[in-house]
């Protein structure tokens, strides 16, 4: 069984550039959960997919948006990044069911100077 | 939409000491409760989960945590730690009918020999 990946393990762009990262979800999980950590403090929920759909957003603008995949693959895409959005995108997955376990990849760290 | 407040950004121990960390929660719907753990430059692991039943939950690293709704807390905590516990504990919660979490800012425990 091949537990979460997320790729790329570092990225540098710079402000107004686009970025795509991208996560791979455990074998038998549907559901993906995307969160962004700053530098000390917990992951900030940004949003969830269910089977293709996005199940549910945190307070994230429009900028930060989403794929799943029929694989439940998912991307997580950020337009015109601000300097702020540097940070640790730490990508969950699970079966989606209330309550069940959310296992994390080991996150992508992105710069943005 | 639920909270999570961690008490203590840092809890420094000696080793073998006993230890607790704080957490509290706020939630206007009924909630589970997690605690996860992060070793330095990984991504989270699950320690222990409340979903219903015994209020008090154990991991198999000898941590355990009790949930007391009446004070909305859900503290975590070990009779004997050692130098390997070392690292960033996280408490999250997510209501009932989904499987979106929201964690606290977490608390850097830091075992000293």
């Known amino acids: 069984e091949t537990g979460v990946t997320q790729s790329p393990t570092h990225l540098i762009k710079t402000r107004g550039q686009q970025v795509t990262l991208r996560c791979s979800s455990q074998s038998g999980h549907n559901t993906v959960s995307w969160y962004q950590q700053a530098l000390g403090q917990g992951p900030q929920f940004i949003f969830q997919?269910?089977?293709?759909?996005?199940?549910g957003r945190g307070n994230f603008p429009p900028r930060f948006s989403g794929l799943q995949f029929p694989n439940y693959s998912s991307e997580l895409n950020v337009n015109a990044l601000e300097l702020d959005d540097s940070a640790l995108y730490l990508c969950a997955s699970s079966t989606g069911l209330p309550g069940d376990t959310q296992y994390f990849g080991p996150g992508t760290r992105l710069t943005v100077l | 939409a639920q909270s999570v407040t961690q008490l203590d950004s840092q809890v420094p121990v000696f080793e073998e000491a006993p230890v607790e960390l704080r957490c509290n929660y706020s939630s206007s719907v009924s909630v589970y409760l997690f605690w996860y753990v992060q070793y330095p430059n990984q991504g989270l692991q699950l320690l222990l989960k409340y979903l219903s039943g015994s209020t008090l939950v154990e991991s198999i690293n000898g941590f355990e945590a009790e949930f007391n709704k009446s004070q909305t807390s859900f503290h975590l905590r070990k009779p004997s730690v050692h130098i390997s516990d070392t690292a960033e504990y996280f408490c999250a919660v997510s209501d009932v009918n989904n499987n979106d979490m929201r964690f606290g800012a977490g608390t850097r425990l830091t075992v000293k020999p």
């Open positions: 997919y269910y089977r293709e759909e996005e199940n």
